[in-house]
């Protein structure tokens, strides 16, 4: 009975009766048998490429499937206690990747979903990924709607996914063995894989254009930095060359063209030049986009990574002895001085670590130790301690540790002459919260030279372009829940002085974690700014220092310092300097 009304109502769509169905679906019915030459009365067994076939559909989808697993998965734990089963299509129908209840294995594999089953629509007849592949758009082919009988049990939703020049390139599809009858219970399935398939899209763009600037948009400030809608990739003359496909949708919702090799400013009041202003130090709120047509949206500008960047944090972990590798992130100042820390961990040569209190001159005393000869002790002293120096007379050979050597008192000098003259074992690591210039004042001369081998001067917090890198490392450490900051909080942070350094940021962390509620520290769980006022960017090596580590961004440099943007811009111009090439 069922049969026969299916192929009635088919016959009669193709005599231009109107039935109520979607018009998608009675489209694709036309083309199965006026084009396939198609009958859907008859028995229809599923199309399973060979093996050998299978392994070349797959990799050829390498790439695609690497990046949608991770996505893939998310979505199967969100769907899997209700039966559905995920597929990953290739361009041709041919399912690469698949995601199901092993214990429904054998049905799964009978209604052809499974690896290596192919869907194209002139094979299967009208189905979620065959006529997702013909009309480029989600789809939901619900029961009935599928034109062969054999597929009639199903329901399958399916998604296109379009690779960074807008070429389709997969499909996502998430289909129920059995379903309830109305179709629209399956809206919720057609939200999460469109949802899905722009996210693998997402993930695809920012692992293909490392070297361009990525500019993702959103109609909403609040989502726009951890679930943007669109995205597209610039090259240096702001030329676009690549893209998801919600960006021709967001920007040229008209024409429906390509945007590939046209230029940002032909669609947003924006240059290429803009771009550092729409980076995460500012407020997300703040960072809109105005269309040429009048709308607006709002943006976030991701920087190209230089290949050196990329593969320079990866080299210097591998590279770089114990914890000195991993004491930093991308800056390269730093990045420059691990290294000249590494040169140094075996030798005896003494070194004088500077830098303002809390820049982690004790740890990378400790790391230099950990990275020169194995067995030895380390010895920390406090150089104001009476009696510190003393204490030392039997201690194990190893690192002798000087904490705030500025402050030695003149008895303590004597004495710690007179220690290593004895102890030539002990190689001495001095720390010192002034610059070398001005400790030779404070210690007697030959002092001075026994302590000041080679210098280290490690940069103050607010002058380090690895800031997220270092927020995101503590926060893992001092939190074993999966925290995270808001776009708000974490732009606050950034734009805040940090006199106290790393150990002000700990401290800060600490507070914001105990305060917040769920797993996102927000702006109101941050502890206000202490009252003490920052460091002037005094001379024109700080001024270029705090502008680079604000990526030459001139609002978050002016939040840094206190001071409105054309006051950065007029120190600029008076201390001569210009942003990197
Ligand atoms: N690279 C780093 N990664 C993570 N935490 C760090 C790093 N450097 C320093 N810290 C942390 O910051 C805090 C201050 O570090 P440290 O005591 O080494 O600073 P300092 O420069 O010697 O300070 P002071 O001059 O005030 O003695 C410590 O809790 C330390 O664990």
Redesign the pocket.
């Known amino acids: 009975m069922l049969e026969f009304e299916h192929v009635d109502e088919i016959d009669r769509v193709l005599r231009g009766v109107e039935t109520g169905r979607d018009s998608l679906v009675t489209e694709s019915w036309r083309r199965c048998v006026q084009t396939y030459g198609m009958d859907p009365s008859r028995p229809d067994p599923a199309h399973v490429v060979t093996e050998t076939e299978l392994r070349e559909h797959r990799e050829q989808s390498e790439r695609l499937i690497a990046t949608a697993r991770s996505g893939l998965q998310t979505l199967f734990q969100q769907v899997a206690g209700q039966n559905y089963v995920l597929l990953l299509a290739d361009a041709k129908g041919v399912c690469v990747d698949f995601f199901g209840d092993p214990r429904f294995e054998d049905q799964l594999r009978q209604a052809g979903l499974y690896l290596g089953s192919n869907w194209t629509e002139d094979l299967a007849g009208t189905c979620g990924v065959g006529s997702c592949i013909v009309t480029g758009k989600a789809i939901t082919i619900h029961q009935s709607d599928h034109f062969g009988l054999a597929h009639m049990p199903l329901s399958c939703t399916a998604a296109p996914i379009f690779d960074t020049k807008g070429e389709f390139s997969a499909v996502l599809d998430i289909s129920l063995l059995r379903s309830p009858s109305p179709k629209s219970s399956q809206n919720l399935a057609m939200g999460l894989v469109t949802a899905s398939a722009r996210r693998v899209e997402m993930a695809n763009l920012m692992a293909m254009t490392r070297r361009d600037w990525v500019l993702r948009f959103s109609t909403s400030p609040e989502f726009l930095e951890v679930d943007p809608e669109a995205a597209v990739a610039l090259d240096a003359a702001g030329r676009i060359v690549g893209m998801t496909s919600g960006a021709r949708r967001a920007l040229d919702p008209e024409a429906g063209g390509s945007l590939i090799g046209s230029r940002i400013d032909d669609w947003l009041e924006l240059s290429v030049d803009d771009l550092p202003d729409l980076m995460r130090g500012r407020p997300t709120e703040e960072r809109v986009l105005r269309l040429k047509d009048g709308r607006r949206l709002f943006g976030h500008a991701i920087a190209p990574q230089t290949p050196q960047m990329i593969t320079a944090l990866r080299q210097r972990e591998t590279t770089l002895p114990g914890a000195l590798g991993s004491?930093?992130g991308a800056d390269p100042a730093l990045g420059r001085l691990l290294e000249q820390a590494a040169r140094l961990a075996p030798t005896q040569v003494p070194l004088l670590i500077t830098?303002e209190?809390?820049?982690?001159?004790?740890?990378?005393a400790r790391a230099i130790h950990v990275a020169g000869p194995k067995n030895r002790g380390f010895h920390a002293i406090r150089c104001t301690g009476p009696g510190a120096v003393e204490s030392l007379a039997d201690a194990a050979p190893g690192t002798l540790f000087l904490?705030?050597i500025e402050d030695m008192p003149l008895d303590g000098q004597a004495a710690l002459l007179t220690l290593l003259d004895r102890r030539t074992d002990l190689r001495v690591v001095a720390?010192c919260?002034c610059a070398a210039s001005e400790l030779s004042s404070a210690l007697r001369d030959d002092l001075f030279y026994r302590v000041a081998g080679a210098t280290l001067a490690?940069p103050p917090l607010r002058h380090r372009s690895d800031l997220d890198w270092?927020i995101d490392?503590?926060l893992r450490w001092r939190c074993s829940a999966d925290m995270r900051l808001s776009p708000a909080a974490r732009a606050e942070l950034k734009s805040r002085v940090w006199p106290g350094?790393?150990?002000e940021l700990?401290q800060l962390l600490d507070v914001a974690i105990a305060m917040s509620e769920g797993s996102v520290i927000d702006l109101p769980d941050l502890p206000a700014a202490p009252k003490r006022a920052g460091p002037e960017p005094d001379d024109i090596d700080d001024l270029e220092a705090l502008m680079a580590a604000c990526g030459w961004n001139m609002a978050q440099a002016a939040r840094r310092l206190g001071v409105n943007r054309s006051t950065v811009l007029r120190r600029i111009r008076k201390a001569g300097l210009t942003p990197p090439a």
């Open positions: 004491f930093a830098g209190t809390g820049t982690g001159k004790e740890r990378l904490r705030g720390s919260r490690l270092l490392r503590l350094n790393i150990r700990e």
